[in-house]
């Protein structure tokens, strides 16, 4: 096929780099910012890059330190300084820790519930089926001050365990799960009992590796989800950033910290930012499939 | 193959004697058992609470605890801060559910018309979807800051050029451009921007994903019926076709503008003057930070009512069915 | 091997019956079909030997010992579904392995990764790949081991799905509707290798089919089922030229059975739209007389079916005409050999007789009757 010129097409094309410019200023903003001198940043100058061009601490100079010692690199000391005026690696590893825990937890609790729903006979099966639609109707944040109370009574705020818990059911998760296992041939499950397999050989031997595909898109949605959110850890962990996930420690960051520290910041909302968006610039299709997931109902 | 018989034979196997039918029911019942346990308690058992503690004056770490009734409805539809809270919220959904959807239909019908870079637009519209609200809050923030930021500092540029005969661009060279998230007259504006920003290539993929399920037969058939203009075939096609697609975008667009939280607090904490002074926020600085469970309760049951309301609504509105299908 | 019994069973969901009592037995070896018509209950009864539903009332036996509640695992059956039902994230050697590691192999020898480091492992598993291996090479499918089931046609899934039942050695193989997937050509194929598969094992064949052809070409025995019960079991010769029933003497054979509504009058004679047939009833009054298609011959007079030529389909090998007959609701359809081809046309009235002992007669309830000829003399009177 060969493209002529045509107005419409450009016209298009117009409209949209407008667009595509503003959504991407604010990811401009962050790099360029994280990759500047405090001078730079108050004057607004330096280009994309920032100059790079050495400059004195400011701590280090107060601490008493030569101003030649005292000479950086600009983008080392924003990321360098990410580092170390918080625990960041700790951040990032409680955000690991907390996604693959939900959802490790998540599938463990929505494959069997979703097979059951979906290719076994029980009593009370359309009864549990409706609890799990009308549970899909609730979001888990507007219900957050009751979780957070119960939390509370058991002692179990500030730690893991409240990080993980409220989302170890996903209504969705089974919801989406039992919608994939329907379209699995009985005669496929009949052949496995034939086989000799218990129901939960079937479901780790059988459902479950046909669902891969349902299951990613879910992990996913799932990880992405817990990964950026902010509202559920910002109540149950209060001031022991042992326990921050990434975007608390991010906020803390912000709360702490005066004018000149701009350059330290963005580096660390571009650490926080860069595993997600680098992840899904690499596997565009599955992300967008599992993010827009919800859609599929 | 001979030995395999013997072996199979040897091996002292555990009969199983039960009818299949009741095997599987109690399979069923073991297998739903833990999902529905947590169901109970981490979703259902909250709300009871929540509709509970709504009628009591509790706070956390006191013993004693008092019915008050329906006190805490009462204050809330009648205290001027809570009637700030509803408009604002209101005001924030009104605002971002339109411009979301329709910047996502607009870039979806867009793109689907190019015949190069459609995947190329797609990842970047995309990729606020992505990212961190909370990081890009602050980028935004830092972004919009009076002095530093590159919003003002471009705007800045614009002074001395025609665009002074606007009169709003006029008066921001004279007296400097607005504060934006510190302007009370524009913070929420500023927020729900941030919302649209970060929601709509969501909706964009999902016009795009509702928009390939419009077969194409259907435009043949319009351009041999007589449809000439674009316009006309998308009133006729594909806004309809696009029915079920657009009840579900609303829906959702509607149900997390609800919730919006992260840009709240970590922007404005509310403010200026509350104008920002949504219900999650609500909830949170009530419930939580001062310790006041019962109107944080409150507020929780009537936002739970606004969400279900509009599920309903969507529940309703799918089976009817009037224009489609 | 063993013999399989079904005593009385019967199976209800609510308020439909669905199998109303079937008593059937198959001898070791066999080749039994059970052919219906969709919802005849056949799946059931067959779901019902393997243990995959239970019997609301009767007993199922397997080598003389009541199976009844016995898990489906432990039956000792094979069973080849209709979708092939092939595990769709394994290959095909471990498909076909899976029956044998879920037996051969202890719970903590199937977990990945740790198991095959446990004593005892390494040699099962050795042994059951020369298994699969052998069953493949039978099966002509050994060329495929590596594939999975979604790279595979049709025909060679159904192989796969085979040799998953081979390589257990069961004592007997179930198969359900298991050609009805493929294409035309390719199922006359399977027909004849499955065949072959049951007389080389010497293992007993439940085969369940809608298609009468499949069960006529393969079975020893057919049983025919309709409506929950069981009409009439017999070899494929018994059940073509002796229908038991009016039911199955139009299920089985194609094209079908021509049924001719008839009278009888107190005499016992036999007569359609008040002309004479020269056949009598034998003992109960007879409703309908059923002929098929090659036994009927063109006649220059006395025929009992007259009719005016309407279709005529020409195969090569045979000729099928079919007639429009006074008195018969359907068409009458004829079979003609080859050499009648340009001498019947469109229009043509044909008469028609048919040596009285392939005709078989129907009574009132539908049930076969005895029917005899009269005697020339007689119906000159």
Same mark, same amino acid.
């Given at each position: 096929?060969?493209?002529?010129?045509?107005?419409?097409?450009?016209?298009?094309?117009?409209?949209?780099?407008?667009?595509?410019?503003?959504?991407l200023?604010?990811?401009?903003?962050?790099?360029?910012?994280?990759?500047?001198?405090?001078?730079?940043?108050?004057?607004?100058?330096?280009?994309?890059?920032?100059?790079?061009?050495?400059?004195?601490?400011?701590?280090?100079?107060?601490?008493?330190?030569?101003?030649?010692?005292?000479?950086?690199?600009?983008?080392?000391?924003?990321?360098?300084?990410?580092?170390?005026?918080?625990?960041?690696?700790?951040?990032?590893?409680?955000?690991v820790?907390?996604?693959?825990?939900?959802?490790?937890?998540?599938?463990?609790?929505?494959?069997?519930?979703?097979?059951?729903?979906?290719?076994?006979?029980?009593?009370?099966?359309?009864?549990?089926?409706?609890?799990?639609?009308f549970?899909?109707?609730?979001?888990?944040?507007?219900?957050?001050l009751?979780?957070?109370?119960?939390?509370?009574?058991l002692?179990?705020?500030?730690?893991?365990?409240?990080?993980?818990?409220?989302?170890?059911?996903?209504?969705?998760?089974?919801?989406?799960?039992?919608?994939?296992?329907m379209?699995?041939?009985?005669?496929?499950?009949?052949?496995?009992?034939?086989?000799?397999?218990?129901?939960?050989?079937?479901?780790?031997?059988?459902?479950?590796?046909?669902?891969?595909p349902?299951?990613?898109?879910?992990?996913?949605?799932?990880?992405?989800?817990?990964?950026?959110?902010?509202?559920?850890?910002?109540?149950?962990?209060?001031?022991?950033?042992?326990?921050?996930?990434?975007?608390?420690?991010?906020?803390?960051?912000?709360?702490?910290?005066?004018g000149?520290?701009?350059?330290?910041?963005?580096?660390?909302?571009?650490i926080?930012?860069?595993?997600?968006?680098?992840?899904?610039?690499?596997?565009?299709?599955?992300?967008?499939?599992?993010?827009?997931?919800?859609?599929?109902? | 193959?001979?030995?395999?018989?013997?072996?199979?034979?040897?091996?002292?196997?555990?009969?199983?004697?039960?009818?299949?039918?009741?095997?599987?029911?109690?399979?069923?019942?073991?297998?739903?058992?833990?999902?529905?346990?947590l169901?109970?308690?981490?979703?259902?058992?909250?709300?009871?609470?929540?509709?509970?503690?709504?009628?009591?004056?509790?706070?956390?770490?006191?013993?004693?605890?008092?019915?008050?009734?329906?006190?805490?409805?009462?204050?809330?539809?009648?205290?001027s801060?809570?009637?700030?809270?509803?408009?604002?919220?209101?005001?924030?959904?009104?605002?971002?559910?339109?411009?979301?959807v329709?910047?996502?239909?607009?870039?979806?019908?867009?793109?689907r018309?190019?015949?190069?870079?459609?995947?190329?637009?797609?990842?970047?519209?995309?990729?606020?979807?992505?990212?961190?609200?909370?990081?890009?809050?602050?980028?935004?923030?830092f972004?919009?800051?009076?002095?530093?930021?590159?919003?003002n500092?471009?705007?800045?540029?614009?002074?001395?050029?025609?665009?002074?005969?606007?009169?709003?661009?006029?008066?921001?060279?004279?007296?400097?451009?607005?504060?934006?998230l510190?302007?009370?007259?524009?913070?929420?504006?500023?927020?729900?921007?941030?919302?649209?920003?970060?929601?709509?290539?969501?909706?964009?993929?999902?016009?795009?994903?509702?928009?390939?399920?419009?077969?194409?037969?259907?435009?043949?058939?319009a351009?041999?019926?007589?449809?000439?203009?674009?316009?006309?075939?998308?009133?006729?096609?594909?806004?309809?076709?696009?029915?079920?697609?657009?009840?579900?975008?609303?829906?959702?667009?509607?149900?997390?503008?609800?919730?919006?939280?992260?840009?709240?607090?970590?922007?404005?904490?509310?403010?200026?003057?509350?104008?920002?002074?949504?219900?999650?926020?609500?909830?949170?600085?009530?419930?939580?930070?001062q310790?006041?469970?019962?109107?944080?309760?409150?507020?929780?049951?009537?936002?739970?009512?606004?969400?279900m309301?509009?599920?309903?609504?969507?529940?309703?509105?799918?089976?009817?069915?009037?224009?489609?299908? | 091997?063993a013999?399989?019994?079904?005593?009385?069973?019967?199976?209800?969901?609510?308020?439909?019956?669905?199998?109303?009592?079937?008593?059937?037995?198959?001898?070791?070896?066999?080749?039994?079909?059970?052919?219906?018509?969709?919802?005849?209950?056949?799946?059931?009864?067959?779901?019902?030997?393997?243990?995959?539903?239970?019997?609301?009332?009767?007993?199922?036996?397997?080598?003389?010992?009541?199976?009844?509640?016995?898990?489906?695992a432990?039956?000792?059956?094979?069973?080849?579904?209709?979708?092939?039902?092939?595990?769709?994230?394994?290959?095909?050697?471990?498909?076909?392995?899976?029956p044998?590691?879920?037996?051969?192999?202890?719970?903590?020898?199937?977990l990945?990764l740790?198991?095959?480091?446990?004593?005892?492992?390494?040699?099962?598993?050795?042994?059951?790949?020369?298994? $699969?291996?052998? !069953?493949?090479?039978?099966?002509?499918? *050994?060329? @495929? &081991? %590596?594939?999975?089931?979604?790279? =595979?046609?049709?025909?060679?899934?159904?192989?796969?799905? $085979?040799?998953? !039942?081979?390589?257990?050695?069961?004592? *007997?193989? @179930? &198969? %359900?509707?298991?050609?009805?997937? =493929?294409?035309?050509?390719?199922?006359?194929?399977?027909r004849?290798?499955? !065949?072959?598969?049951?007389?080389?094992?010497?293992?007993?064949?439940?085969?369940?089919?809608?298609?009468?052809?499949?069960?006529?070409?393969?079975?020893?025995?057919?049983a025919?089922?309709?409506?929950?019960?069981?009409?009439?079991?017999?070899?494929?010769d018994?059940?073509?030229?002796?229908?038991?029933?009016?039911?199955?003497?139009?299920?089985?054979?194609?094209?079908?059975?021509?049924?001719?509504?008839?009278?009888?009058?107190?005499?016992?004679?036999?007569?359609?739209?008040?002309?004479?047939?020269?056949?009598?009833?034998?003992?109960?009054?007879?409703?309908?007389?059923?002929v098929?298609?090659?036994?009927?011959?063109?006649?220059?007079?006395?025929?009992?079916?007259?009719?005016?030529?309407?279709?005529i389909?020409?195969?090569?090998?045979d000729?099928?005409?079919?007639?429009?007959?006074?008195?018969?609701?359907?068409?009458?359809?004829?079979?003609?050999?080859?050499?009648?081809?340009?001498?019947?046309?469109?229009?043509?009235?044909?008469?028609?007789?048919?040596?009285?002992?392939?005709?078989?007669?129907?009574?009132?309830?539908?049930?076969?009757?005895?029917?005899?000829?009269?005697?020339?003399?007689a119906?000159?009177?």
């Amino acid at each position: 096929m060969t493209y002529r010129f045509s107005t419409r097409q450009t016209l298009a094309h117009v409209v949209l780099i407008l667009g595509a410019v503003i959504v991407l200023l604010p990811f401009y903003v962050m790099i360029s910012t994280s990759l500047k001198s405090p001078a730079e940043i108050a004057t607004g100058t330096g280009g994309v890059f920032g100059s790079q061009a050495l400059f004195a601490d400011q701590t280090c100079l107060t601490l008493g330190g030569s101003k030649a010692d005292c000479l950086v690199r600009p983008v080392l000391d924003n990321y360098t300084k990410a580092f170390t005026e918080a625990p960041m690696w700790r951040y990032l590893l409680n955000g690991v820790i907390v996604t693959l825990s939900i959802f490790a937890l998540q599938t463990l609790v929505a494959v069997p519930a979703a097979y059951a729903l979906a290719k076994l006979r029980f009593w009370g099966r359309d009864a549990a089926f409706a609890l799990v639609l009308f549970c899909l109707l609730i979001p888990v944040h507007a219900i957050a001050l009751p979780l957070y109370l119960m939390l509370a009574k058991l002692g179990l705020t500030n730690s893991y365990a409240a990080l993980i818990l409220p989302w170890t059911v996903s209504a969705f998760g089974i919801f989406l799960m039992r919608q994939f296992f329907m379209t699995v041939p009985d005669d496929l499950i009949d052949a496995a009992r034939m086989d000799g397999m218990g129901e939960f050989a079937i479901i780790w031997r059988v459902m479950l590796p046909t669902a891969i595909p349902a299951l990613l898109a879910f992990a996913i949605f799932s990880v992405v989800a817990h990964w950026n959110d902010y509202f559920w850890p910002r109540i149950v962990i209060t001031g022991d950033r042992s326990l921050f996930t990434p975007p608390l420690g991010l906020r803390e960051f912000k709360g702490d910290l005066g004018g000149d520290f701009y350059g330290p910041m963005m580096a660390s909302a571009t650490i926080i930012a860069v595993p997600l968006v680098v992840a899904f610039l690499l596997a565009q299709r599955r992300f967008i499939d599992g993010i827009t997931l919800s859609g599929m109902k | 193959m001979s030995d395999a018989a013997s072996l199979s034979h040897a091996v002292p196997k555990q009969q199983r004697i039960a009818r299949p039918e009741r095997r599987q029911a109690r399979a069923g019942i073991v297998l739903f058992a833990p999902a529905f346990v947590l169901l109970i308690l981490i979703l259902i058992v909250p709300v009871v609470v929540a509709g509970i503690l709504s009628m009591t004056d509790y706070t956390l770490g006191r013993p004693s605890i008092d019915w008050v009734g329906l006190r805490n409805y009462v204050d809330i539809f009648t205290g001027s801060s809570y009637r700030k809270m509803i408009v604002a919220t209101v005001l924030y959904v009104v605002l971002v559910v339109p411009a979301s959807v329709f910047l996502g239909l607009g870039a979806a019908l867009l793109i689907r018309s190019l015949n190069v870079g459609q995947s190329f637009y797609k990842t970047i519209y995309f990729l606020p979807v992505m990212a961190s609200l909370l990081a890009m809050a602050i980028v935004w923030e830092f972004a919009l800051h009076p002095t530093l930021g590159i919003v003002n500092r471009t705007l800045a540029m614009g002074c001395g050029t025609p665009l002074e005969w606007w009169p709003w661009f006029a008066r921001g060279c004279a007296e400097g451009f607005p504060l934006w998230l510190g302007d009370r007259d524009y913070a929420l504006y500023t927020l729900a921007f941030i919302g649209v920003w970060q929601s709509f290539g969501f909706n964009m993929v999902l016009y795009l994903a509702g928009l390939t399920s419009v077969p194409s037969d259907l435009y043949g058939a319009a351009s041999m019926d007589g449809v000439k203009s674009g316009w006309e075939r998308f009133r006729l096609i594909t806004w309809p076709m696009l029915g079920p697609t657009t009840v579900f975008v609303v829906t959702i667009t509607m149900i997390r503008s609800f919730q919006v939280f992260d840009t709240v607090e970590a922007l404005t904490h509310g403010g200026p003057a509350k104008s920002t002074y949504v219900m999650i926020y609500a909830i949170y600085e009530k419930g939580i930070a001062q310790n006041l469970v019962g109107l944080g309760a409150a507020i929780t049951i009537l936002f739970l009512a606004f969400v279900m309301l509009i599920s309903v609504a969507q529940r309703r509105f799918v089976e009817r069915k009037v224009h489609y299908q | 091997m063993a013999t399989i019994q079904f005593r009385d069973i019967r199976k209800s969901f609510g308020d439909t019956d669905v199998l109303k009592g079937v008593g059937l037995d198959v001898a070791d070896g066999e080749f039994l079909s059970l052919v219906g018509p969709s919802g005849c209950g056949k799946s059931t009864l067959l779901r019902i030997l393997a243990g995959l539903e239970s019997q609301t009332s009767g007993s199922v036996m397997i080598g003389g010992k009541p199976v009844d509640g016995l898990h489906a695992a432990d039956r000792d059956l094979a069973m080849v579904f209709q979708s092939y039902a092939l595990y769709p994230h394994l290959t095909v050697a471990e498909n076909i392995a899976v029956p044998l590691t879920m037996r051969r192999l202890s719970r903590a020898q199937r977990l990945p990764l740790v198991g095959r480091l446990l004593p005892g492992c390494k040699a099962t598993r050795t042994e059951i790949g020369t298994t $699969v291996r052998e !069953a493949a090479e039978m099966l002509d499918i *050994a060329h @495929l &081991l %590596d594939r999975k089931p979604g790279q =595979l046609s049709g025909g060679q899934r159904q192989r796969v799905a $085979v040799g998953r !039942a081979l390589v257990r050695e069961p004592s *007997a193989f @179930l &198969l %359900d509707e298991p050609l009805s997937n =493929l294409d035309a050509k390719m199922r006359v194929h399977m027909r004849a290798e499955i !065949a072959q598969l049951n007389r080389s094992l010497g293992a007993t064949f439940v085969y369940v089919t809608h298609d009468q052809a499949e069960a006529m070409t393969m079975s020893d025995r057919i049983a025919v089922m309709m409506e929950g019960e069981l009409l009439q079991v017999g070899t494929p010769d018994a059940l073509y030229d002796h229908p038991q029933d009016i039911r199955v003497a139009q299920f089985i054979g194609s094209p079908a059975i021509n049924i001719l509504p008839v009278d009888t009058d107190a005499s016992g004679a036999i007569h359609m739209c008040d002309m004479a047939t020269g056949l009598r009833a034998g003992g109960t009054p007879i409703e309908h007389l059923g002929v098929r298609p090659e036994a009927l011959i063109p006649c220059d007079e006395d025929g009992f079916v007259v009719g005016r030529v309407r279709l005529i389909e020409n195969l090569g090998s045979d000729l099928f005409v079919q007639l429009d007959a006074a008195g018969v609701p359907l068409p009458v359809t004829v079979r003609l050999p080859s050499e009648a081809r340009g001498r019947v046309k469109l229009r043509d009235v044909m008469q028609l007789t048919a040596d009285p002992a392939r005709i078989c007669g129907f009574d009132v309830a539908g049930k076969a009757a005895p029917v005899v000829a009269i005697e020339k003399v007689a119906s000159h009177v």
